[in-house]
DNA sequence: GTAGAAGTTGGAGCGCGCTCGAAGTCAAGC
DNA sequence: GCTTGACTTCGAGCGCGCTCCAACTTCTAC
C-alpha cells in the first residue's frame, strides 16, 4: 500500500500550493504557527510533508477569514499539547465563527448603504443622457 | 420651514455619533477625506454641519467595507470635483462592490473549512463523555 | 479670576502582517 | 573547478490605519 509517495515538498512547492510565498511560509514557522519544525533536507532545506501542508492550508483558512497571527498560535499550541483540549480548540474555533459571522453581517450592511449611492448614481446616470461614450462601461 | 434647527456639532459629538474617535476624524481631515475643510468656531474649534457628518457616516460605510483610505481620497476628490464625473464615481463604487462581494463569498468558502473543522470536534466530544462541565457550553 | 475640561496643531509611535535585503550554503550542470 | 540558482538565516523595512504625545489655546463652571 505504498502507493501515496507523498513526495516531500520544497518551500517554493508548498508555496505555489497554498498560494503563500516562500517568505511567508518562514514567517508562519518563525511566528510558531507550525506544529512542528518543518524536516530538513541535509541541505537545510525545508522539506514538508503532506500533513504540513494540509496544516498550512488551514492556516490559510484562517487567515482568510481574519484570525490573527497570534490567535492562530493560541490554536496551533493547543494542537501541539496533543490530546485533551479539544473543547479549548472548539471553544476557540467556535468564538472566532461567531465574530466572523458578524463581520459578515455588519460588512453587508454597510454594503447595502453603497448599493443604495450606487442606485441613486444610476438614477443620474438615466436622468441625464450624458456626455459621449457614456456606454462605453463594461457591463460586468 | 426652519425646524430643523441644524446644530453645529463639536468634534466629540460627531465621534459619538459616528464611533469614531475624534482623533481619527481629525486624521480623515488631514488625509484629504472631506469635501472641504470643517468649518471652525472662533475658537478654532470645528463646526460640524449636518452634512458634515452624513459624509462621515459614509466614509465609515466605506471603510467598514475595507475600502482603502487611498481609494476614498479619490472618491472625496471626485465628488468635491463637483457635478460632471458621476459615471467615475459610479464606477469608483461598483469596483469597489464587485471586489467585496468577491471578498464575502471567499471568507464565506473559508468558513465552511473551519466550520467542517468545528463538526469534527463536536463529533470528538460526543465519542469521549470528557472531563466534567463539557455540557456548560452555550449552545449559540 | 481661576481651575479644569476640552479643543488645537504637528509629528512621532504602534501593531499588524508581511516583505525584502544581505550574506552565506549547497547541489547540479557545464 | 566554476557558475547558476534555489535555498538558508537574521534583521531591517514597509504600508496601512490609526493612536498618542506635547505644548498650547480656549471654553465652562464656580
Do not use: F
Not at 515538498?9 to 511567508?24: F, K, N, W
Amino acid at each position: 500500500m505504498a502507493t501515496t509517495a507523498t513526495a516531500l515538498r520544497g518551500i517554493s512547492d508548498v508555496a505555489e500550493e497554498t498560494g503563500l510565498t516562500a517568505h511567508t511560509l518562514r514567517y508562519y514557522e518563525r511566528a510558531g504557527l507550525m506544529l512542528e519544525p518543518v524536516g530538513r533536507a541535509s541541505s537545510s532545506h525545508r522539506r514538508y510533508s503532506d500533513g504540513d501542508v494540509r496544516w498550512v492550508v488551514l492556516l490559510t483558512k484562517l487567515r482568510g477569514t481574519g484570525m490573527p497571527i497570534r490567535q492562530i498560535k493560541q490554536y496551533a499550541d493547543l494542537v501541539r499539547a496533543g490530546a485533551g483540549n479539544e473543547e479549548r480548540r472548539l471553544a476557540l474555533l467556535e468564538e472566532h465563527r461567531a465574530r466572523v459571522l458578524g463581520q459578515l453581517r455588519e460588512v453587508e450592511r454597510n454594503l447595502q448603504a453603497i448599493d443604495h449611492k450606487i442606485a441613486v448614481y444610476r438614477e443620474c446616470a438615466l436622468e441625464r443622457p450624458a456626455a459621449a461614450g457614456s456606454d462605453q462601461r463594461n457591463a460586468a
